[in-house]
Nanobody, 123 residues
Framework: VQLQASGGGLVQTGGSLRLSCAVSGRTFSGYVIGWFRQAPGREREFVAA????????DIADSVKGRFAISREYAKNAVYLTMNSLTPEDTAVYYC?????????????????WGQGTQVTVSS
């Protein structure tokens, strides 16, 4: 089982990035794919989640209106599109698989984690 997060980088305030999470190794039918982020000295924070079927999405209040999550079936990929970025969005972003939609904001509910991709927003 492998989750590969990519797409991070350095961007100026107000800029945009799209993170990708490539999922492979097993079927994730019934699973949730979530994005979390962790800044230095802070706890891992829920950002967004989507069911494997793509019929439900959840976005954290802190990024609602700026971030969106989507699913591409053909590539077994989940994307996090981030707009209007601010320095407060600077963190390592992780994708994860597992859990249930009703507890999608709890890191311990996820079974599999990717390696993380760094997002840095300059002021």
């Amino acid at each position: 089982v492998q989750l590969q997060a990519s797409g991070g980088g350095l961007v100026q305030t107000g800029g945009s990035l799209r993170l990708s999470c490539a999922v492979s190794g097993r079927t994730f039918s019934g699973y949730v794919i979530g994005w979390f982020r962790q800044a230095p000295g802070r706890e891992r924070e829920f950002v967004a989640a989507i069911t494997w079927s793509g019929d439900k999405t959840d976005i954290a209040d802190s990024v609602k209106g700026r971030f969106a999550i989507s699913r591409e079936y053909a590539k077994n990929a989940v994307y996090l599109t981030m707009n209007s970025l601010t320095p407060e969005d600077t963190a390592v972003y992780y994708c994860a698989a597992g859990g249930t939609f009703w507890s999608d904001d709890i890191p311990d509910e996820y079974d599999y984690w990717g390696q993380g991709t760094q997002v840095t927003v300059s002021s």
